[in-house]
T-cell receptor
Framework: AQKITQTQPGMFVQEKEAVTLDCTYD???????LFWYKQPSSGEMIFLIY??????QNATEGRYSLNFQKARKSANLVISASQLGDSAMYFCAMRERNQAGTALIFGKGTTLSVSS | EPEVTQTPSHQVTQMGQEVILRCVPISNHLYFYWYRQILGQKVEFLVS????????KSEIFDDQFSVERPDGSNFTLKIRSTKLEDSAMYFC????????????FGPGTRLTVT
């Protein structure tokens, strides 16, 4: 079974609009971390946002917020006020046991295209 | 701002040859990782390294692969006898300490096996 599922291979949004990128996860570990990374066409992996399984509030980082619904095992990324520079591949990832040295398990990614 | 660096940016090698991919993690970081991404696919974990030993490895990380921290700054991934299916982008990452959650990724090395 997939540990991380991203069901949207591609998303299209206009500048200044908000967009939600979906991510569901599967784990039986009570302690885990959820991450979103951005990969522009240049190829590097850019960390965006993190949510711990015990965190009471949804994580926010500037225009990025993580809609964490623990019971549904979903960790959707919301990008507000999209910009052209947001066009990239977005990966959701999970770290079980949520401790250093543990692997990040990535989803297949969602390609976001922002148009003017 | 400190960053993870990787060399070379692109390596072309013939099947059966050995390759060494090099990484310089952020200087005060203690945990090091290698991931790979086959073109158009998801990023896959290979190995993590702490205190001069492997702390976790995936099924991909078989006997053809090895990692080493030969000095205080470099972290290397060796592939002993490359196969066509080893062609991928290889990312090095590092994280600061036990409490840190962020893994800082390097820019990647694109390995092409012909």
């Amino acid at each position: 079974a997939q540990k991380i599922t991203q069901t949207q291979p591609g998303m299209f949004v206009q500048e200044k609009e908000a967009v939600t990128l979906d991510c569901t996860y599967d784990t039986s570990d009570p302690s885990y971390g959820l991450f979103w990374y951005k990969q522009p066409s240049s190829g590097e992996m850019i960390f965006l946002i993190y949510q711990g399984s015990y965190d009471q509030q949804n994580a926010t980082e500037g225009r990025y917020s993580l809609n964490f619904q623990k019971a549904r095992k979903s960790a959707n990324l919301v990008i507000s006020a999209s910009q052209l520079g947001d066009s990239a591949m977005y990966f959701c990832a999970m770290r079980e046991r949520n401790q250093a040295g543990t692997a990040l398990i990535f989803g297949k990614g969602t390609t976001l295209s922002v148009s003017s | 701002e400190p960053e993870v660096t990787q060399t070379p940016s692109h390596q072309v090698t013939q099947m059966g040859q050995e390759v060494i991919l090099r990484c310089v993690p952020i200087s005060n970081h203690l945990y090091f990782y290698w991931y790979r991404q086959i073109l158009g696919q998801k990023v896959e974990f290979l190995v993590s390294f702490y205190n001069n030993e492997i702390s976790e490895k995936s099924e991909i990380f078989d006997d053809q692969f090895s990692v080493e921290r030969p000095d205080g700054s470099n972290f290397t991934l060796k592939i002993r006898s490359t196969k066509l299916e080893d062609s991928a982008m290889y990312f090095c990452a590092s994280s600061e300490d036990y409490l840190a959650y962020e893994q800082y990724f390097g820019p990647g090395t694109r390995l092409t096996v012909t």
